[in-house]
T-cell receptor, first 115, second 110 residues
Framework: GAGVSQSPSNKVTEKGKDVELRCDPI?????LYWYRQSLGQGLEFLIY????????KSGLPSDRFSAERTGGSVSTLTIQRTQQEDSAVYLC?????????????FGPGTRLTVT | GQNIDQPTEMTATEGAIVQINCTYQ??????LFWYQQHAGEAPTFLSY????GLEEKGRFSSFLSRSKGYSYLLLKELQMKDSASYLC???????????FGRGTSLIVHP
C-alpha cells in the first residue's frame, strides 16, 4: 500500500515569508508526528497528533510554528515569518497508535531552505 | 526529559561485525528503538526493545539493559549497503513521543 507522502519535496523561500508543508499519513494510522532534522543533528520532535485527542505541541520551537490535522488524516505544518534558522528537513511520520505504536513510518521529507 | 548518547561515527569492514552503543537517561521508560537512515532518505524502523535482553532479527540484533540505561545494535556480516546513520531513540514513561540521539554514521569499506 501507499506509504507516507509529503509535499513539496523541496521549498525555497525568502526570510519573512510563510510556508505550508503537507503530510499524508498511511491510511488508518491514528498517530502522526512532525520532526525536523538539521545537518548533523538528530531528529527534533515538533508535534504529535493521536486520534481525536488534543495534539502535543511541546516540541514547537516558537509560536511561529503551528500544525493542523484535518479529519484525522492529512496534516499541515505552517511556519510563519520564516527565519534562516528554520532551514532543515521536515519529516512526517505515522504509526498505528495502538498496537505497534513504536514502529513509525516516515515520509521522504520536505527540505526547506530560507534565504 | 531524556538524554541520549551514541558515537558520532564508526567504520568497519565488509563481512565483519559491528556494535553500535547507545546510553540514555530518562524519566520512566516506554521503550528503545533503532532506526536506519541512508543519506538523503527517511529513517526506517529496525528494532524495538522494552524488556531486558537481546532481540534478533536476521543480521541485526538489539540489546537492552534498563538498569544500566544501555543498548547496542549489533550488525553481522556487514554489507556495503549497511553504510548509513543509525539512530537510537527512547520513549520516556507515559509518553509516545520518542527522543532521538544524533545518530551514528557507519561507514562500511571493502
Amino acid at each position: 500500500g501507499a506509504g507516507v507522502s509529503q509535499s513539496p519535496s523541496n521549498k525555497v523561500t525568502e526570510k519573512g515569508k510563510d510556508v505550508e508543508l503537507r503530510c499524508d499519513p498511511i491510511s488508518g494510522h491514528t498517530a502522526l508526528y512532525w520532526y525536523r532534522q538539521s545537518l548533523g543533528q538528530g531528529l527534533e520532535f515538533l508535534i504529535y497528533f493521536q486520534g481525536n485527542s488534543a495534539p502535543d505541541k511541546s516540541g514547537l520551537p516558537s509560536d511561529r510554528f503551528s500544525a493542523e490535522r484535518t479529519g484525522g488524516s492529512v496534516s499541515t505544518l505552517t511556519i510563519q515569518r520564516t527565519q534562516q534558522e528554520d532551514s532543515a528537513v521536515y519529516l512526517c511520520a505515522s504509526s498505528d497508535g495502538t498496537g505497534k505504536f513504536y514502529e513509525q513510518y516516515f515520509g521522504p521529507g520536505t527540505r526547506l531552505t530560507v534565504t | 526529559g531524556q538524554n541520549i548518547d551514541q558515537p558520532t561515527e564508526m567504520t568497519a569492514t565488509e563481512g565483519a561485525i559491528v556494535q553500535i552503543n547507545c546510553t540514555y537517561q530518562t524519566s520512566g521508560f516506554n521503550g528503545l528503538f533503532w532506526y536506519q537512515q541512508h543519506a538523503g532518505e527517511a529513517p526506517t524502523f529496525l528494532s524495538y526493545n522494552v524488556l531486558d535482553g537481546l532481540e534478533e532479527k536476521g543480521r541485526f540484533s538489539s540489546f537492552l539493559s534498563r538498569s544500566k540505561g544501555y543498548s547496542y545494535l549489533l550488525l553481522k556480516e556487514l554489507q556495503m549497503k549497511d553504510s548509513a546513520s543509525y539512530l537510537c531513540a527512547v520513549m520516556g514513561g507515559g509518553s509516545y513521543i520518542p527522543t532521538f540521539g544524533r545518530g551514528t554514521s557507519l561507514i562500511v569499506h571493502p
